[in-house]
């Protein structure tokens, strides 16, 4: 069992950034392979980002390329969205997920955290 619980969400001026965060708690975070989720009011959940149990291999949607860099630390149990040049586009819950497939796919992850709210204006 995984627990996972994000932070680091918040109102930001478009071209402003931030920075989530997502602490796991539980057994075995380095077995795992973490994704980034978001979800708009009235969407479906999103890929963004996912990375490697081993934190060297990283992909990301092309929505957020260049903009967008999700990182781990596994001694901190921690996984990382680090978000520049924000969009209104990018308004979203951002969720992660944990699981034992680095995919796009949200039904590839088993534990959830419970979603920070990212708010970008115009």
């Known amino acids: 069992q995984v627990q996972l619980v994000e932070s680091g969400g918040g109102l930001v001026q478009a071209g402003g950034s931030l920075r989530l965060s997502c602490v796991a708690s539980?057994?075995?975070?380095?077995?795992?392979?973490m994704g980034w989720f978001r979800q708009a009011p009235g969407k479906e959940r999103e890929f963004v980002a996912t990375i490697h149990w081993e934190g060297q291999m990283t992909y990301s949607a092309d929505s957020v390329k260049g903009r967008f860099t999700i990182s781990r630390d596994n001694a901190k149990n921690t996984v990382s969205l680090q978000m520049n040049t924000l969009k209104p586009g990018d308004t979203a819950v951002y969720y992660c997920?944990?699981?034992?497939?680095?995919?796009?796919?949200?039904?590839?992850?088993?534990?959830w955290g419970q979603g920070t709210q990212v708010t970008v204006s115009s």
């Open positions: 539980g057994r075995a975070f380095s077995r795992y392979n």
């Open positions: 997920a944990a699981g034992f497939e680095a995919s796009i796919s949200p039904h590839e992850y088993t534990y």
